[in-house]
């Protein structure tokens, strides 16, 4: 079985959250050298875990993915939504989550025709592989069509700041190691209601979709806002607009893309959310006319 905390330095620990079960450690526990004349130093840190997962459907291995072992199965389920791989959840028939020697398998059986279109897929992308995205084809197969949002109001100012001021109770991965980024489902007045954190940005927002979809269904995204704790980017915009969140924050900065994706999308998007101020980038209710 694989054991990312071989190293007789490092120990592991077992967190995630109560509502997190993890196949593996998250947390480990390692002998550090702490310089620059810091009093009373520990000798040890808490560090984050990272390992391999791969997305493996109808035993064909589609992806692998390097994450926190924790929530798979919300990550396996989120990963097909936003990825394309299936329409809908009902498609996902079942999943088993196996730890190997070389890291971690979601083992998930899907539909006959999300296979068969994944496969086709695949096919494309490996008569590719001599010359990488280089052509108008793979370009577009690159940045998907992000799909439009419902028109929902913009999250007021008073939530926004509820949601930031509470976003750290809700990650308690960042809190010991400082290392994994954190996504939230947030109700209209700003209490978050569901939380999901990962070494990467892409993960812990595929593993909020998963849960939030898995204990929701078709309401999974109709009141409320995303908080990330990362910036906002064209692939966290898509993402979430796929699953039809119609607005998404995020503690850091957007890229231009994801602002461009936003207005297309009906989507608001806000970002810089720090405490006392936050920049509007995007309105769903009142999307701005001028172009980037």
Not at 35 to 41: E, L, T, V
Not at 167 to 191: I, V
Not at 204 to 222: M, V
Request: with cysteine.
């Amino acid at each position: 079985m694989f054991r990312p905390s071989s190293n007789p330095g490092v120990a592991a620990m077992a967190t995630c959250g109560p509502d997190q079960p993890n196949v593996l450690p998250a947390v480990c526990k390692t002998l550090v050298e702490v310089r620059g004349g810091i009093n009373g130093a520990p000798g040890s840190d808490y560090v984050a875990e990272e390992v391999p997962v791969a997305m493996v459907y109808n035993g064909v291995s589609h992806a692998v993915m390097m994450a926190s072992p924790c929530a798979l199965e919300d990550f396996g389920l989120g990963f097909s939504l936003t990825e394309g791989i299936l329409d809908h959840p009902e498609q996902l028939f079942q999943w088993d989550v196996v730890a190997g020697e070389q890291g971690i398998s979601l083992e998930m059986h899907i539909a006959g025709e999300c296979f068969a279109r994944l496969k086709k897929q695949r096919r494309n992308m490996a008569g590719r592989t001599g010359c990488g995205l280089c052509g108008t084809e793979s370009l577009a197969h690159a940045i998907r069509a992000t799909p439009r949002v419902p028109t929902r109001p913009a999250p007021a100012d008073e939530a926004v700041q509820r949601a930031l001021r509470n976003l750290s109770d809700h990650q308690p991965l960042q809190e010991q190691t400082g290392a994994t980024h954190g996504a939230a489902w947030c109700d209209n007045q700003g209490r978050i209601q569901q939380a999901r954190e990962d070494v990467g940005r892409h993960n812990a927002l595929d593993k909020l979709i998963g849960a939030r979809i898995r204990d929701h269904g078709a309401r999974a995204f109709d009141d409320g806002f995303v908080l990330i704790s990362s910036r906002a980017s064209y692939e966290m915009v898509q993402k979430s607009a796929i699953v039809g969140v119609s607005s998404l924050i995020a503690v850091s900065a957007a890229t231009a893309l994801a602002i461009r994706e936003a207005r297309k999308a009906g989507m608001t998007l806000i970002g810089f959310a720090r405490p006392g101020r936050h920049v509007i980038y995007a309105r769903g209710d009142d999307q701005p006319s001028e172009e980037m």
